[in-house]
């Protein structure tokens, strides 16, 4: 019943429609692999793998797939896990409808989202407003550039190519609006400093 109101409310929204639903870990990534989406709302609280875990997992085989956190808890602690693990929003059940649709709208756009009641229990730099979103793969690169790592060193420990590895740095430079590696460098130190997105504590 609960998934039958979440689909309800969603198609009820211009544009959007929900092309797959599971009721446990081990079917959403099963699903995962052959259905296609744009956006991925996640109940923190279904059967194992669940929480953290799964959207770590979910990570490793859909590295630029949004994920929109659903919960029951509202609790920073439990909002901060599920942020660190690669989620890209987090939002309670017992908001409203249209918050949930904003939400979805926001991460889908590529940007991150925490309800207001919530964004003030976040040190540092506030992730939905002020700073672009980074897939889980160009974080990567950017904390090891940051931790003074070449182009060579970060395609062998990723396995990836150099060309790749150089694509990364060059969208990430973009997307900061960074004009050089010395910028970038001066860039992560202060979102680490500061308890920044790509390093919020569990």
Known sequence: MVRD???????????????????????????LCDTPCDILLLDLNMPAP?????????REFRPDLPILVLTMHNQPAVARAALKAGASGFVA????????????????????YIEPRLAGAFDGPA????????SPREVEVLQRLA???????IAIELGLSEKTVSTH?????????????????????????????FGIDS
């Open 147 to 153: 931790a003074g790592e070449t182009n060579g060193q």
């Open 169 to 197: 740095k060059t969208n990430v430079m973009a997307k900061l609006k960074l004009q050089s590696l010395a910028d970038l460098v001066r860039f992560a130190d202060q979102l680490k400093k500061t308890g920044g997105w």
């Open 5 to 31: 109101g979440l689909r309800r409310i969603i198609e009820s929204e211009p544009g959007m429609c929900v092309s797959g639903q599971s009721m446990d870990g081990n079917t959403t990534l099963d699903r």
């Open 50 to 58: 669940n929480g953290p875990d799964l959207i770590r997992q979910v």
């Open 93 to 112: 059940k017992d908001n409203d409808p249209e918050v949930l649709l904003h939400a979805l709208r926001q991460v889908a756009a590529g940007e991150r």
């Open 127 to 134: 992730p939905s407003s002020t700073l672009p979103t980074l």
